[in-house]
């Protein structure tokens, strides 16, 4: 397959899922001073503009102006279909969003079970979301579809960039995390990172049967950013360190000629500085870290 490139433009609209999270914030924070029509799903949508005004330093008036903020969860398909279409030029005609990004996340909370000491207050957030918002996709997908052999339809049969945030420590591919952490991935992050690795096969699965069968596509590309341990450090985007591997069940990908194949492996890394790196480099980067998994650390 040939090497991928980005589906961006100065004008892409984008739909954010967990965009209070501190990754997906600082992405859409990004995305609203670079001038991107985009929309975001919030169960209190006063808590996320407040959020992009006093801690990301976005103008109000950039607020008000270029994001819709709908109020709703991501397990009802109607709020989630109205955020898909929301920064579009015609939220009615049914068109989905250019790039759609979920960095939703649930807390954990410790328990007595020395086998998975770590339970999810919400354990299939992660996969609900990915399948509402395939679901919805999906919809898009059919009703563009001509009802008889000879009617012709007008709509826009675009198809998104789905953006995921997971973890280090989900790959089978490739070790990415250093060895001294093995042992808290395994036995702390486990039960955890069911939730991310049911979410990345749901993403993988969609680009794969895409890739089968182009005319039942649900989406035109993807990536699966896998930062290491998270922390609220903010040393910049340029000091992130970022690597590239294959997703498993995904259809062979040439790497970029300029891509760093492996896992970057690390300790820890900034929300902030994890949010800004992708809006810089896949976003509105080159397509290179595209259909794949893209591990980031300092």
């Known amino acids: 397959m040939a090497e991928t490139s980005s589906v961006a433009t100065a004008a892409a609209t984008i739909a954010f899922f967990g965009a209070t999270g501190g990754c997906t914030a600082a992405t859409l924070a990004a995305a609203l001073r670079a001038g991107h029509r985009v929309s975001a799903l919030a169960r209190t949508p006063s808590k996320l503009a407040d959020l992009l005004v006093k801690d990301h330093a976005v ?21 989630v279909k109205k955020t898909l279409t929301a920064p579009t030029a015609d939220p009615a005609a049914s068109v989905p969003a250019d790039i759609i990004m979920s960095g939703v996340g649930s807390t954990g909370t410790l328990r007595a079970n020395l086998v998975h000491p770590v339970a ?43 953006i995921v945030i997971s973890s280090t420590g989900t790959t089978h591919t490739a070790r990415d995390v250093p060895a001294p952490l093995i042992p808290l991935y395994r036995w702390i992050l486990a039960n955890p990172h069911v939730d991310k690795r049911r979410m990345e096969d749901a993403v993988v699965a969609a680009f794969a049967s895409s890739s089968s069968s182009p005319s039942s596509s649900l ?29 498993a069940g995904a259809p062979h990908v040439q790497p970029h000629s300029a891509q760093r194949v492996g896992p970057a492996v690390g300790y820890s890394v900034g929300r902030a500085d994890v949010g800004e790196w992708v809006f810089e480099n896949i976003v509105r980067g080159d397509g290179r870290w595209l259909n794949g998994c893209v591990s980031l650390t300092y």
Not at 59 to 79: C, E, K, M, S, Y
Not at 124 to 133: S, V
Not at 222 to 245: C, E, H, I, Y
């Open 59 to 79: 103008p109000l008036a950039t607020v008000q102006a270029n994001l819709t903020i709908v109020a709703g969860d991501v397990r009802d398909a109607q709020a």
């Open 120 to 162: 999810l207050k919400d354990p299939t957030l992660c996969a609900d979301t990915a399948a509402t918002i395939l679901a919805a996709l999906a919809d898009f997908a059919s009703a563009a579809q001509p009802t008889t052999p000879t009617t012709t339809t007008t709509t826009n049969t675009k198809k998104p960039l789905f």
């Open 219 to 247: 989406i035109d590309s993807f990536s699966v950013v896998q930062p290491t341990l998270l922390s609220n450090d903010k040393k910049g985007a340029a000091k992130v360190r970022a690597g590239w591997l294959p997703a």
